[in-house]
């Protein structure tokens, strides 16, 4: 069985989450969802960043100890990814002790690989992005996300030899051993190898709150190196187990554009140094504004994903968020639209179609103690569903969650044009064996609409599923779902519940 390792990157514990969280863990969840049901034995892996000076200034603000301030957001983000359905199979901690170890064999590893030295740096440092900052990076003096001014640091420090490595990175890029997606990011990446990189740290001297370095106790892991540790650190890396050998290296990072370089240069070069294959896809997908403005607290225009689901369930979240533009793009959430596009695509497409087909069967086509029956299997659209079918695959497996949805709305589309040109209440009057095609066509759409539509709302897909009767789809491959006919004569099917109610 092939395997595919997904991850998403962890997330910062200084605050709750946010709806920039949500959409990348959605996306990894979407991917994650669609190679179980291509049959690949699947590791999703998500968690929290929870180290460094930053969280240890905000949980002293807080009145409370740094795993005190960590364990009740790291809880956060563990009950949101529960009302979203994110079905990871492994929710990691920096703090956690399995973690804790993989980072100490890792950086020890490096050490003894020569590939670590220690030295005195003086340079920028930017508290809120955790990291020093070159003086080509600054905008008016000040780093270009926080719009504060750094500070002179002066330390003594462990280095990576990053230098060293860089061109044995570049090579795996060119030869496409390391995919780095879209392609406007692979290029940014070589065109930083271009411009040169010097060698980093990988420790600090003045920060406590971290994985102390296992050759130098007064130091700890740099926290955004201890983070990208965890990928491997979940696996069980600290003791080389099966799972560790089942599915490193990951096969897809996903993230947003503005941690690519730690993760398509830094990682690999690291994994290098210590012997170990570098991931075969990173994937950074863009940033968003809302409603055409960049998210800010002094703005008020701040989405809180709680509350998007209070309003729209998770469901619908899933499904406006990932539907908005093009997957790995910039781009706009059109928040204040969501109503409309809720209305359009859900109530009236997916709910009102399923709705009517089920009416229509339930109507002309009774069953003992209620609901319909499943007629003679009709052929007409085995081709045209299969042309659908490809294209959709086809864009899963360029993570164009995006041109995916299009797909669904296309064979939506499909399904309520052929309602409208055969006229299935006038069929019943007039031709009652064309009418048990129609309805058979009509039903084995609704079930194709299912399967298409489990990767981004899952319960939406085992409601209509169930409702046509299909208890035991989870125990077959998307190669045999998606042929068509997989609806059997006599099946009892059912209306059931609406799915959208119209907002």
Same mark, same amino acid.
């Given at each position: =069985? ?12 200084n605050?709750?989450?946010?709806i920039?969280h949500?959409?990348? @863990?959605?996306?990894?969840d979407v #991917?994650?969802r669609?190679h179980r049901?291509?049959?690949?034995e699947?590791?999703f #892996? @998500?968690? @929290?960043?929870e180290h460094?000076s930053k969280?240890?200034e905000a949980?002293?603000a807080?009145g409370?100890?740094p795993k ?5 957001n790291a809880?956060?983000?563990?009950m ?6 994110? *079905?990871?199979?492994?929710f990691i901690?920096t703090t956690?002790?399995l973690h804790?170890k993989g980072v100490?064999?890792f ?5 003894e690989?020569?590939?670590i030295?220690d030295g005195?740096y003086?340079g920028l440092?930017?508290q ?5 900052l070159?003086e080509?990076e #600054?905008?008016?003096?000040k780093?270009p996300?926080?719009?504060t001014?750094p500070q002179?640091i002066?330390?003594?420090n462990?280095f990576f ?8 990175v ?5 030869e496409?051993? &390391?995919k780095? =997606? ?10 930083l190898?271009?411009?040169?990189l ?8 003045s920060?406590k709150w971290? &994985?102390?370095l296992?050759?130098?106790r007064?130091?700890?892991?740099y926290?955004w190196v201890?983070?990208l540790?965890?990928y &491997?650190s ?7 187990g099966?799972?560790?050998k089942k ?6 990072h996903?993230?947003?554009?503005d941690?690519?370089k730690f993760?398509?240069?830094y990682?690999p070069a690291?994994?290098i140094a210590?012997g ?9 997908h863009?940033?968003f ?6 998210m800010?607290?002094s703005?008020?225009?701040?989405i809180?994903p709680?509350?998007?689901i !209070?309003?729209?369930?998770?469901e $619908?979240i899933r499904y406006?968020?990932? *539907?908005q533009f093009p997957f790995g793009?910039d781009?706009d959430?059109?928040?204040?639209n ?5 209305? $359009?695509?859900?109530a ?5 179609f @399923?709705s009517r087909?089920l009416? =229509?069967a339930?109507?002309? #086509? *009774?069953?003992?103690g209620g609901g319909g029956?499943?007629?003679?299997k009709?052929?007409?659209?085995? !081709?045209e569903v299969?042309g ?6 086809? $864009?899963m497996?360029?993570?164009q969650i995006? $041109?995916a949805i299009?797909m669904?709305?296309k064979?939506n589309?499909?399904g ?6 055969q006229?299935?209440w006038e069929l019943?009057k007039t031709?009652p064996?064309?009418?048990k095609k129609?309805i058979?066509n009509?039903?084995e ?5 299912a ?5 981004? =709302?899952p319960?939406t897909?085992e409601?209509?599923?169930s409702?046509l009767g299909?208890s035991?789809?989870k125990?077959?491959?998307?190669a045999e ?6 609806l059997?004569?006599?099946?009892k099917?059912?209306?059931?519940a ?6």
């Amino acid at each position: =069985m092939p395997k595919f390792y997904i991850t998403t990157p962890i997330y910062y514990v200084n605050d709750k989450p946010h709806i920039g969280h949500a959409y990348t @863990t959605i996306a990894a969840d979407v #991917l994650a969802r669609y190679h179980r049901l291509a049959g690949d034995e699947v590791y999703f #892996l @998500t968690g @929290t960043d929870e180290h460094g000076s930053k969280i240890a200034e905000a949980a002293q603000a807080a009145g409370k100890s740094p795993k005190e301030f960590c364990d009740e957001n790291a809880a956060k983000f563990q009950m949101l990814w529960d009302r979203l359905d994110i *079905s990871h199979n492994q929710f990691i901690r920096t703090t956690d002790e399995l973690h804790i170890k993989g980072v100490e064999k890792f950086l020890g590893r490096l050490k003894e690989a020569g590939a670590i030295y220690d030295g005195e740096y003086e340079g920028l440092y930017c508290q809120g992005c955790e990291r020093f900052l070159t003086e080509k990076e #600054l905008v008016n003096g000040k780093c270009p996300d926080h719009l504060t001014a750094p500070q002179l640091i002066k330390e003594k420090n462990y280095f990576f030899k990053l230098k060293e490595y860089l061109s044995k990175v570049a090579k795996l890029i060119d030869e496409g051993k &390391i995919k780095i =997606m879209p392609e406007s990011r692979r290029s940014e990446v070589l065109g930083l190898i271009k411009q040169g990189l010097d060698d980093f740290s990988v420790s600090r001297e003045s920060v406590k709150w971290g &994985i102390e370095l296992p050759f130098d106790r007064k130091q700890v892991a740099y926290v955004w190196v201890d983070a990208l540790i965890n990928y &491997i650190s979940a696996l069980g890396y600290d003791e080389d187990g099966e799972k560790f050998k089942k599915f490193w290296p990951a096969d897809i990072h996903l993230m947003a554009k503005d941690i690519i370089k730690f993760h398509a240069l830094y990682w690999p070069a690291m994994l290098i140094a210590a012997g170990l294959p570098a991931p075969k896809v990173v994937f950074a997908h863009g940033f968003f504004t809302v409603d055409g403005q960049k998210m800010s607290k002094s703005l008020g225009n701040t989405i809180d994903p709680d509350a998007l689901i !209070d309003s729209f369930g998770a469901e $619908a979240i899933r499904y406006l968020l990932l *539907s908005q533009f093009p997957f790995g793009q910039d781009g706009d959430i059109k928040a204040g639209n969501f109503s409309i596009q809720y209305n $359009a695509d859900l109530a009236n497409g997916v709910g009102n179609f @399923t709705s009517r087909v089920l009416s =229509m069967a339930e109507k002309y #086509l *009774s069953a003992s103690g209620g609901g319909g029956v499943v007629p003679e299997k009709d052929y007409t659209f085995s !081709d045209e569903v299969a042309g659908i079918w490809r294209q959709y695959k086809e $864009a899963m497996d360029r993570f164009q969650i995006d $041109a995916a949805i299009e797909m669904i709305k296309k064979l939506n589309g499909f399904g309520d044009g052929y309602v409208e040109r055969q006229k299935p209440w006038e069929l019943a009057k007039t031709d009652p064996e064309e009418l048990k095609k129609v309805i058979y066509n009509l039903l084995e759409i609704a079930r194709h609409l299912a399967i298409m539509l489990y990767p981004i =709302m899952p319960e939406t897909a085992e409601r209509i599923l169930s409702f046509l009767g299909q208890s035991d789809w989870k125990n077959r491959k998307l190669a045999e779902l998606k042929d068509w006919g997989g609806l059997e004569p006599g099946t009892k099917v059912e209306k059931g519940a609406n799915l959208f109610p119209r907002i």
